[in-house]
C-alpha cells in the first residue's frame, strides 16, 4: 500500500519539519541533562547535543531560504532543449515576484520586484489540468519549468509553427523545432469565444492536433501562457490552458550543473 500523504507538500516543508523534530529533541536534551551524571552518557550528551543543535538551526534556516528566496531546481523532461537539458541542475529566484506566506493555499504573492515578463524562463507548480485525474485524486503536485511567451491581456496564435504575439510574429529565437511535420487543426468550435472557453477549462489536453496550428485566444486577466522551448515535443498551455498566477514559484536564475 502507498502512502501519498507527504506528497503534498514541498521540500521547504521537509526541511522545516524536520528542523522542529531536531529542536524538539535539542530541548529535551537541555531538560534532561542534569540526569546524565555517569561519565558514559555525559559522553553521549557532549558528542549528540552539538551535532542537533547546529543541525535544526540549519534546516530551519535552509527552509526559510529556500520558501522566500532561491531554491534549487532540477529539470525533469526534455520540454526546455535545448536552452536547458533534462538534469541540469539551476537555481530559483524565489524573490522576484513576491513572496508568499507559508501555509497559506490562495497562492498571493507580496512585495513583488516584478511581474513575469514574455521571455521569462518561470517554475511553477502546474495547474490542475496538466495532471492526470489519478495524480489530482492522490494529491500529488509536480513542478513545471517553461518560458513566458504572452502575459494578461495578450492575443496569442500559432500558425504552421509561427508563434504569433498580438499579431506580431515573435520570431521565436529560442524555439527549437525537431518535428517537420506540420499537424492540422480541425474546426471543431462554433465560435471563437467557445474556442477560447474550451481551452481555458483545459480541454486540449489530449488534442495533440493544436501543437502547430493554434488559436488565437487572449490570454485572461491574472494568468500566463508558458510554452517549452522544444515546441514539438512540449507539454504547455497549448493543451493545459492559461497558467493562474497563483502557481508561479519563482524565476530561473542561474544554471550551476550540466549532466555532459
Not at 558514559?40 to 549528540?48: G, M, P, Q, Y
Not at 543543535?53 to 527552509?63: E, V
Not at 500558425?159 to 515573435?170: H, P
Request: aromatic letters at 18%; one cysteine or more.
Amino acid at each position: 500500500m502507498k502512502f501519498y500523504f507527504f506528497s503534498r507538500f514541498s521540500m521547504e516543508f521537509y526541511l522545516f519539519f524536520a528542523g522542529c523534530v531536531l529542536f524538539v529533541i535539542a530541548m529535551i536534551m537541555l531538560t534532561t541533562k542534569k540526569y546524565f551524571k555517569t561519565e558514559t552518557s555525559e559522553k553521549l550528551f557532549k558528542n549528540v547535543y552539538p551535532w542537533v543543535d547546529t543541525g535544526w538551526t540549519a534546516l530551519i534556516i535552509a527552509s526559510f531560504i529556500m520558501f522566500f528566496f532561491v531554491q534549487a531546481f532540477k529539470i525533469p523532461s526534455g520540454s526546455m532543449r535545448n536552452t536547458l537539458l533534462e538534469g541540469d541542475r539551476l537555481f530559483v529566484n524565489k524573490l522576484i515576484y513576491g513572496f508568499k506566506i507559508p501555509f497559506t493555499s490562495d497562492g498571493k504573492r507580496y512585495m513583488p520586484f516584478r511581474n513575469v515578463n514574455r521571455g521569462d524562463i518561470v517554475v511553477f507548480q502546474c495547474p490542475p489540468e496538466a495532471l492526470e485525474i489519478s495524480e489530482r485524486e492522490k494529491g500529488i503536485t509536480k513542478d513545471f519549468i517553461k518560458r513566458c511567451i504572452a502575459v494578461a491581456g495578450d492575443k496569442v496564435e500559432i500558425k504552421n509553427k509561427e508563434l504569433f504575439v498580438n499579431d506580431v510574429c515573435s520570431g521565436d529565437s529560442y524555439a527549437v523545432f525537431n518535428d517537420t511535420a506540420i499537424r492540422q487543426s480541425f474546426d471543431l468550435f462554433a465560435s471563437n469565444k467557445d474556442y477560447q472557453e474550451s481551452w481555458e477549462k483545459g480541454s486540449f489536453k489530449s488534442m495533440s492536433a493544436i501543437r502547430d496550428n493554434f488559436g488565437p485566444v487572449i490570454i485572461p486577466k491574472g494568468h500566463y501562457m508558458m510554452m517549452g522551448d522544444n515546441r514539438d515535443f512540449s507539454f504547455d498551455s497549448r493543451f493545459w490552458g492559461p497558467l493562474p498566477d497563483k502557481y508561479v514559484k519563482g524565476k530561473a536564475l542561474l544554471l550551476y550543473w550540466r549532466v555532459i
